[in-house]
């Protein structure tokens, strides 16, 4: 059985007495969430905040990026065993927001999932096309080079050890949701280009969507066939509509 999961993506957003406030209404409503993950991927610095919160409780620890290297001088970069040393269970890699804004490529963001790996920590592996590759009909072809370059570096096995994030940007902040059956499309493409290499690994591996997911359009995308639950925006960052999100994986 694939494990379900929904995570935060709380981006640079927050402060010490928001995510206090925000934290204490997750953990209250969602802490017997059966076998499903729930996580919430948080800026760095309040990381050792966040866990000390999250501690006794279901709700895991993520960061939303790591450095390549494993250590040395690179001024202003975190590394993954930095991550591990607050029990940091998934970070985020190849975000959207990631590869247009700071230009991380398909083997920088391959080099991130492997040292997050290294360190113990899953990545969440995130891939997805622009309108205009969506328009050119490419986003297949886009999809597939974005897997196959951490594929190529780290081994297909290792997606034993990961989570995929399908994010179509042109969905990411817009309120513009893909249609469950848009999303489904890439999902099983994914799916089935992995399971071409590995059935075991497509057949285990989490694949989540990510893209203006909310309380009121989750049920109808994780009820698809390989929806395997969401990467969560704005709406992780308002109690009530992360935890609507979260039960939305139980129906
Ligand atoms: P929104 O849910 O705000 O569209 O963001 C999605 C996302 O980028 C999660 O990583």
């Known amino acids: ?14 402060n010490l007495v928001d995510n206090k406030q925000l934290l204490d209404a997750v953990i209250a409503e969602l802490n017997g969430l059966g076998e ?9 610095l309040y990381l050792p905040s966040v866990q000390s919160q999250l501690q006794n409780t279901k709700i895991a620890l993520g960061a939303q990026n790591v450095s390549q290297y494993e250590k040395g ?16 269970q998934y970070v985020i890699v190849g975000h959207s927001e990631r590869r247009m804004l700071f230009g991380e490529d398909n083997h920088v963001v391959a080099e991130k999932y492997v040292a ?14 622009t309108m205009e590759q969506r328009e050119a009909k490419i986003t297949e072809q886009v999809i597939e080079q974005q897997l196959m370059s951490v594929i190529n570096l780290a081994g297909i096995e290792t997606l034993n050890k990961a989570v995929v994030a399908y994010e179509p940007v042109w969905a990411i902040g817009t309120g513009k949701t893909a249609s469950p059956e848009q999303a489904q499309d890439v ?34 995308l994780f009820a698809m066939p390989d929806i395997d639950g969401g990467l969560i925006g704005g709406a992780s960052l308002i109690a009530n509509d992360f935890i609507a999100i979260c039960r939305a994986l139980r129906h």
């Open 116 to 129: 997050a790996q290294n360190a113990g920590i899953t990545p969440i592996l995130c891939v997805g096309e």
């Open 1 to 14: 059985m694939r494990k379900k999961m929904v995570a935060g993506n709380w981006k640079m957003h927050g």
């Open 187 to 220: 999902h099983a493409f994914i799916r089935e280009g992995i399971a071409k290499q590995n059935l075991n690994v497509a057949n285990q591996l989490t694949v989540l969507y990510g893209g203006s997911v909310k309380g009121n359009n989750a049920s109808e």
């Open 73 to 88: 001088a690179y001024t202003g970069e975190i590394s993954a065993s930095m991550l591990s040393d607050f029990q940091c």
């Open 36 to 44: 499903d993950l729930v996580a919430v991927c948080v800026p760095y």
